[in-house]
């Protein structure tokens, strides 16, 4: 038997309390005896109309338990996850699960090596944040897995004993790592560099990246490929095949306005609906709206008229109108632009994964719907007809969507319509973007790519003539 990570579909936090306290509820053990509990409730953010502060049950759908191999919880990793999590107003469960996750890997390392995660003995490389920090070196290095996972394991690992030591759970008959202080460079949105000081650990694993200039990717939150225009047709030209409205709708805002998968798919009827007075529709996204950003950042895109024509066109249309009726909560203003064939979200918004109503939920969707059905019938249908070898991912459409324009732009700026100092500000704002730094990538990628072909080409002939020589002589 192995530790595992189970998923809870529902999971309200309680504390113990009087008989005679509000909503107290009885609790009767095996053993005959019992106690009472009620909810435990935080307070939020808002007032109630008369000034006073209102309070919420702390209710969490699809919530993760760590298990031990003999099928009992484990306490502490439990407890840590917890107190990372109840006194959050906003937060993912997703980064929770993976939390979870993590400390079940570590729990099957010390199980399976026999040795007590709590004795940290006078030799340093026997202790148990050294020898996991080892052991996922050894694992980076023989390409078992990505650095950026062992990165986010070790830390996840550290914080767990950060929080029995704090809260006093737990005192390290040695130290568990050597902590010093460490300064990260930032650039805020106008370019501005700056410092913010911050504890390392030397059991940390460096999560070392470097900017390649000449990688055939841009780096804007992911690695990202910004497609060919001419696969950018094959794309459309399989969607037009294929004939999946919804499908075709959530490509095409994606590739006209560099939207990620969430704000995509979070989109509601009532966003479609109302009136807009521009030729060209700016949508408000982030907190506050119902669309989901990533980071929660408050963001504008701008969907194209003829677009928004095709959108207002679906969501009154008897299959659009047919999903909403069967969709949890119905035909309402609120309800998702996007539903599936079976009327269940494709992308479940932050604001609703906590809210559990009638539903059953066995896991959130995050779009897992979108890239099936691009990995089992858009690419087919294009690796069959073009290339054996294409793929693509959901947010290349945005990269495809910052070259496009990028490529646009640059006409009007070698014509001399435009600046660079233009073209970058009206780029960073249709991208998005926090930081300028992001959107000169893409300024740059064409000019960056042509160096590296050029110089690449004229290093192989060099070889090759060499070479020629050299077979000369022998």
């Not at 940290?120 to 070196?137: C, I, V």
């Not at 600046?419 to 926090?434: D, E, F, P």
């Amino acid at each position: 038997m192995m530790a595992s990570r189970i998923v809870l579909r529902e999971f309200t936090v309680t504390e113990t309390c009087a008989p005679d306290d509000p909503g107290a509820v009885r609790v009767d053990l095996p053993d005959g005896s019992n106690y009472f509990s009620r909810q435990k409730l935080l307070q939020t953010e808002k007032l109630r109309p008369d000034g006073k502060p209102s309070w919420t049950p702390r209710h969490f759908t699809v919530y993760p338990i760590v298990v031990k191999a003999d099928g009992t919880p484990w306490d502490e990793a439990n407890a840590w996850i917890l107190s990372s999590l109840e006194h959050q107003y906003t937060f993912t469960m997703s980064t929770y699960r993976t939390k979870a996750e993590d400390l079940q890997h570590f729990r099957n390392f010390i199980d399976t090596r026999e040795f007590d995660y709590l004795v940290f003995s006078d030799a340093k490389q026997s202790r148990p944040t050294y020898r996991y920090r080892g052991f996922l070196n050894v694992a980076v290095q023989a390409g078992g897995m990505a650095r950026t996972t062992a990165a986010r394991r070790m830390s996840n690992v550290i914080n767990f004993y950060r929080f029995l030591i704090n809260n006093k759970l737990f005192a390290p008959e040695n130290p568990p790592w050597i902590e010093t202080d460490a300064f990260i460079p930032l650039v805020n949105s106008v370019g501005f560099s700056s410092t913010i000081k911050t504890k390392t650990t030397d059991v940390g694993i460096k999560n070392v990246t470097s900017d390649n200039p000449y990688a055939d990717t841009i780096d804007d939150g992911g690695k990202l490929r910004s497609l060919p225009r001419k696969e950018q047709a094959w794309i459309l030209e399989a969607l037009g095949h294929l004939g999946n409205t919804e499908q075709t709708l959530i490509h095409l805002l994606a590739l006209t306005t560099g939207a990620r998968i969430q704000t995509v798919l979070t989109i509601r009827k009532r966003h479609i609906m109302q009136q807009y007075r521009d030729a060209d529709v700016q949508l408000r996204c982030g907190p506050g709206t119902g669309i989901d950003t990533k980071g929660n950042k408050l963001l504008t895109i701008q969907i194209p008229r003829w677009l928004m024509n095709r959108l207002r066109t679906y969501v009154t249309s008897e299959r659009a109108v047919n999903r909403r009726m069967k969709a949890l909560g119905g035909d309402i203003d609120d309800q998702y632009l996007f539903l599936s064939e079976r009327s269940a979200p494709m992308y479940e918004a932050k604001e609703r994964q906590n809210q559990s109503g009638e539903r059953k939920i066995r896991h959130v969707k995050n779009g897992q719907a979108v890239r099936a059905y691009m990995k089992d019938y858009i690419i087919k249908y294009i690796r069959d007809k073009y290339d054996s070898q294409f793929s693509y991912q959901f947010h290349d459409l945005r990269a495809s969507f910052g070259m496009n324009l990028v490529d646009d732009l640059k006409l009007k700026m070698d014509a001399g319509e435009m600046t660079y100092t233009q073209v970058l500000s009206y780029v960073q704002a249709r991208m998005c973007h926090s930081s300028p730094v992001t959107t000169e990538r893409y300024l740059r990628y064409r000019e960056n790519r042509a160096l590296f072909e050029n110089a690449q080409d004229q290093f192989e002939i060099k070889i090759e003539e060499m070479v020629a020589k050299m077979m000369v002589g022998s």
